[in-house]
């Protein structure tokens, strides 16, 4: 995952990650959200815009939308990565996994919902096909 397109992919579509999960820039919820989309994140994006205006940039299909958004998706999975390698420098890797799946949950159910779709045709065409 870190060393893929996955973060400009699904920044370009206005999926957003944080700590919690992987909201959708574009959901009403961050229409009025004056806060950054992560307050405790370093990057460009959430140190100069709020989150209100990611999803304004985002509804009027705006570039600077999708430029900011991909800024701080990189800027999480190179933070990710640091996390990952400390934890296992200091030999707490299980437990770094599992408080981060634990915290890391589906907040966008549209997004889920798709991905569960997509997975299951993958599954679909994997299955060898009946022979009776």
């Not at 699904?10 to 307050?39: C, H, L, V, Y």
């Not at 934890?87 to 966008?108: E, R």
């Amino acid at each position: 995952m870190f060393d893929c397109a996955l973060p400009t992919r699904i920044a370009r579509n206005g999926a957003i990650f944080t700590p919690e999960g992987r909201p959708n820039i574009r959901n009403a919820r961050f229409k009025s959200q004056n806060e950054p989309i992560d307050p405790n994140c370093d990057c460009y994006t959430c140190r100069t815009f709020p989150a209100a205006y990611l999803h304004h940039l985002f509804k009027c299909e705006e570039l600077l939308g999708y430029r900011l958004a991909t800024i701080h998706n990189l800027r999480f999975i190179l933070k990710l990565m640091e996390e990952m390698r400390e934890a296992i420098t200091d030999g707490i890797f299980h437990k770094f996994k599992t408080d981060f799946l634990a915290n890391y949950q589906s907040v966008d159910d549209e997004a889920r919902i798709a991905q569960k779709q997509k997975w299951l045709k993958s599954q679909r065409e994997k299955a060898p096909a009946d022979l009776s």
